[in-house]
């Protein structure tokens, strides 16, 4: 288990290498950097202000070495003003070393947002908090809802309950973000007014049931249906196995054999579907989040990406990539922990 | 000035009318097939069920509704008539005396219009991206499959490596307008459609080998058809100017294979892992046969089942990405009435207009969930056997 575990996380370690060098070279690209540029500048700007504004805050350095200085394993050098020969910061909004230093992702220093002004990890862990919380609430509307929709259609399979519940989740699976979204905004912020149709006020004045629901069952929506039909998939192979029966013929209630019997082993792979879910949240996270003007990750991924912020998107993919592999790595160990018939070698 | 209007019986009708095409194929499709269902096979089967009939009826709606939608839309989905702006449903428009069925956009154009040729757009690239993903997926996953070890484990990585990105950001990275002047959706675009080609030319080569008069038939027309289509959508140098592409769509076309073929790679890699343990594999190896043989005619036609109610599943996905894609205005021109670009235009209006939010949002809606009826109901006669 243990080498398992190592070998897991050196796999990691070179996904993320991997992935980082090819974000990092789409980024680059020259489009992009003149783009970067442009934002930066004046709209006018020649194009000789552009390509001295690119070289002067060391864009046209070689790619790699690049690279290497902004993972940590190369020295940045501090950027000297060709008049003076004294060091100043690329943005005068970001501290800079004054002299060259090892300082990159693995010192901890994220680099500089050129969208918002400020150093990126000042903007980043503000925003993962702001959807930590968004998260933290999805699944608590989520998990319980689909376990108890999925386990109700799946305990007597066939039923006029399961066709119900089956085309429910069917549909609610067929709804992706955007159009729960605007279905319930119509619905509940519109007709009923029941809600606010937007939960900008949450980032700032905290939380409260008229800001947050919406989002909430808005991202919830999607995954539920799916996870219910999994969740029903899993509980009807169950139910179908000799020790249910023998439960049934030696006197036991159907609730008890339900409940005591079946459900546990009913819930190991919905718990796999759950963490292997934690990719596509993010896509869902970032609709959410710009539907309904929330500040969190997904919001501030989106507008790194549409701004071509190189150093806020760089840590975005770092984390969002490092959360995806996290996820899959405790799918399968906790897959392996929960399933005592399977022991990975 | 005042506009004349009808009202919501006459505008259910209106609709009902204007799709009576859609009706009537439906109709010479659904029928024929429903009394003949015990012939049809898999298709047949689907006909058993309720659900199946429902998947299949809404799926065929929207072909057949991307099909004739010159005939079925009343006006021009990208003409801007400036009286109609925001109008309400059923609202006459005194030019034509047609009513703007579903009402006026922010934009002044007919809602319903925008919807009929919106599903075109996802009808085209939804499938075909589907099955170039599963060609794709298919000509890696045997393989890894097959042999494993080092094979599997290289493409194993590469896959996983895709999917470790979060869908977004690859499509924020992807599909730009920057993107674009560089070489890199050429690229990409290049790579993935040598695959069908590959996948048609080992198919008959494995097969046919020892009958070269058949083989060059083939092989002939494969290669013909292959390069053309190859030329047209790569190089966008298509002699006879049948097959071309514009470079937005070529971009968001790459983007959603590369997506979604590492998925399709998973499941053919695990299909094929447990099929090959299987003993009339063992058999054909015994009598001989290549391995591309085995896995393409042996090994292929037995997964068939689980990829069959995968691809459903996809299109649907691949429809959802694409509504994403329109949502953040990736790749699809702002004009365009693609679902997805409908729903961003008018969610972000929705305290002054729910209309034109609400046709876009139930078409893109009801066809994913036909298509997971149908993959649903093909599931369930699969477990029947």
């Known amino acids: 288990m243990q080498s398992f575990i190592i070998r897991r996380l050196g796999v990691m370690a070179l996904t993320m290498l991997c992935l980082t060098l090819i974000v990092f070279f789409l980024v680059n690209l020259e489009p992009n950097l003149r783009r970067l540029a442009i934002s930066q500048m004046d709209m006018r700007a020649s194009i000789e202000d552009q390509e001295r504004w690119l070289e002067r805050n060391g864009y046209r350095q070689n790619f790699l070495m690049r690279y290497g200085q902004w993972l940590g394993v190369l020295p940045k050098q501090p950027n000297l003003d060709a008049e003076t020969g004294k060091a100043v910061p690329r943005f005068p909004y970001c501290r800079e070393p004054a002299s060259a230093r090892f300082s990159g992702v693995l010192q901890g220093d994220f680099g500089c947002s050129t969208k918002f002004k400020v150093p990126v990890a000042q903007k980043l862990f503000p925003a993962l908090g702001a959807t930590g919380v968004l998260m933290f609430w999805v699944m608590a509307v989520m998990v319980p809802v689909s376990l108890i929709i999925g386990v109700l259609a799946g305990m007597r399979e066939g039923s006029r309950t399961d066709r119900a519940l089956s085309i429910a989740s069917i549909t609610t699976a067929a709804t992706p973000e955007y159009i729960s979204g605007v279905i319930f905004t119509v619905i509940f912020a519109f007709w009923l007014g029941w809600l606010n149709g937007s939960a900008a006020s949450a980032t700032h004045q905290g939380v409260t049931f008229h800001n947050f629901t919406l989002p909430v069952i808005t991202m919830a929506t999607y995954g539920t249906g799916y996870i219910a039909r999994m969740t029903r998939a899993s509980m009807v192979e169950v139910m179908a196995q000799q020790y249910i029966r023998t439960a049934r013929l030696k006197g036991l209630s159907f609730r008890a054999v339900v409940l005591r019997h079946a459900l546990r082993n009913a819930l190991i792979a919905p718990f796999t579907v759950i963490m292997l879910q934690f990719p596509w949240l993010l896509t869902g996270v970032a609709i959410v989040e710009v539907m309904f003007r929330y500040q969190g990750f997904g919001f501030t991924l989106i507008e790194a990406a549409s701004n071509n912020d190189i150093d806020l998107l760089l840590a975005c993919s770092l984390i969002s990539v490092f959360v995806v592999l996290v996820t899959q790595l405790v799918s399968d160990v906790g897959y392996a922990v929960l399933n005592p018939r399977i022991r990975v070698q | ?385």
């Open chain 2, 1 to 385: 000035m005042h506009l004349d209007s009808i009202g919501f019986p006459a505008i259910a009708a209106a609709m009902i009318a204007r799709f009576l095409p859609v009706w009537i194929a439906l109709a010479a499709i659904l029928l024929p097939s429903f009394k003949f269902r015990k012939r049809l096979g898999l298709y047949g089967q689907l006909l058993e069920t309720g659900v199946g009939v429902a998947g299949l009826a809404i799926c065929l709606f929207w072909l057949f509704t991307a099909v004739f939608a010159d005939i079925i839309a009343p006006f021009d989905p990208l003409r801007q008539i400036v009286i109609m702006k925001n109008a309400a449903p059923g609202t006459i428009e005194p030019e034509s005396g047609l009513p703007f069925i579903l009402g006026g956009d922010r934009l002044a154009r007919d809602v319903f219009s925008r919807v009929v040729f919106g599903s075109q757009i996802v009808l085209v690239i939804a499938p075909a991206a589907t099955l170039f993903s599963l060609m794709v997926g298919t000509m890696l996953g045997l393989p890894a499959g097959y042999y494993g070890g080092r094979v599997d484990g290289v493409l194993s990585f590469l896959a996983n490596l895709v999917l470790a990105f979060p869908v977004i950001l690859l499509f924020y990275l992807l599909v730009t307008p920057g993107i674009r002047e560089t070489a890199i959706p050429q690229w990409l675009g290049g790579v993935f459609l040598v695959f069908p080609i590959a996948f048609f030319v080992m198919l008959f080569w494995t097969r046919y080998a020892s009958r070269p008069g058949l083989l060059a038939v083939q092989l002939g027309a494969t290669l013909l058809i292959g390069g053309w289509i190859y030329a047209g959508l790569v190089f966008d140098a298509d002699p006879l100017r049948i097959i071309s592409i514009a470079p937005n769509e070529l971009n968001i076309f790459v983007a959603v294979v590369f997506a979604s073929s590492p998925g399709v790679f998973r499941i053919v890699r695990g299909l094929t892992m447990d099929i090959r343990t299987r003993d009339y594999i063992a058999a054909a190896q015994t009598r001989g046969e290549s391995p591309w043989y085995i896995m393409l005619w042996e090994v292929l036609p037995n997964a068939r089942g689980p990829l069959i109610v995968d691809a459903c599943l996809r299109i649907g996905y691949t429809a959802i990405l694409l509504g994403a894609l329109g949502y953040f205005g990736l790749g699809l021109a702002p004009e365009s009435p693609d679902w997805g670009t409908a729903i961003k235009e008018s969610s972000r209006l929705l305290r002054a207009d729910v209309h034109p939010a609400l046709p876009p949002v139930m078409a893109l809606m009801s066809f994913v969930l036909g298509l997971n009826l149908v993959a649903d109901a093909l599931r369930e006669q699969s477990m029947k056997d």
